[in-house]
């Protein structure tokens, strides 16, 4: 191999390594939610409570699988807002063929089909989060982590979701009670937070906050949360006849 081949070569490698390096140079994404001032969201898949309009819409998601860090086929965007007692979200799930969004009936935690979910680190210590989500059927599947990675499927709070469909593709509104939710008795919170989506018919997942699939943590690598004041712990009682 002749010299300038050798470095021509050399060239290119470094050059790929280089952009490697800065796609995994993950920059933490913040969301700022609003206190719900007037009527709360009614929860019933459709988003035209005036309440919403106080929330600002935030999307970018970027693929996590099967194509690491890729623009998503789909396009997602999400709202958050809270009251004393209620945590709500609103995401809408683009989707340029509607007709193909796979709704599966399953028992809840199955996560058959399209479904997107909020992941929530209310204590902010980066070990421990409490996951909702909700198919484009309108399952619901809750999930809690714990020692950052480990998760539990067994965990059923008691929260609501709704599902409604339109030509643009199809939305999910929450209401996720603060009695589901573990937190400090602080003035001003910050928690952690991920949105993410699947795409069932292109096996596609794609997230608000990038985590490489490589990364040894979960929890501690979500996005932030702000916002949140004035809130205080609740107690959770359950009957259970």
């Known amino acids: 191999m002749n010299l300038s081949r050798f470095l021509t070569i050399y060239i290119v ?10 796609d995994r140079n993950v920059v933490n994404r913040l ?40 623009d998503p086929s789909q396009a997602t965007e999400f709202k958050i807002l809270f009251d004393d007692n209620n945590i709500y979200v609103a995401i809408r799930a683009y989707d340029t063929e509607p007709e193909k ?9 199955g996560f058959e089909g399209d479904w997107v979910g909020v992941s929530i680190d209310s204590y902010n210590d980066d070990r421990t989060g409490f996951n909702f989500y909700v198919t484009a059927a309108g399952v ?19 929260w609501y979701a709704k599902v ?34 699947r795409l069932f018919r292109k096996q596609e997942l794609s997230v608000w906050q990038m985590i490489p699939q490589d990364a040894s943590g979960w929890v501690s690598l979500w996005g932030t949360l702000e916002g949140i004041n004035n809130i205080n712990p609740k107690k959770e009682i359950e009957i259970i006849p």
């Open 13 to 22: 490698l470094i050059l790929t390594v280089s952009l490697t390096a800065q």
């Open 31 to 70: 969301y700022e939610t609003s206190r719900i001032l007037g009527d709360a969201p009614v929860i019933d898949g459709f988003l035209n409570d005036s309440a919403w309009s106080a929330a600002k819409w935030e999307g970018n998601f970027t693929q996590k699988s099967p194509y690491e860090f890729n």
């Open 101 to 109: 969004i796979e709704k599966r009936l399953s028992r809840r935690d």
């Open 140 to 158: 619901k599947a809750d999930v809690i982590n714990t020692s950052d990675t480990k998760s539990d499927k067994s965990w059923d709070p008691v």
């Open 164 to 197: 409604s469909e339109d030509d643009i593709g199809w939305i999910a509104e929450m209401r996720i009670p603060l009695t589901q939710l573990r937190f400090a008795k602080v003035d001003n919170h910050v928690w952690g937070l991920e949105v993410s989506r």
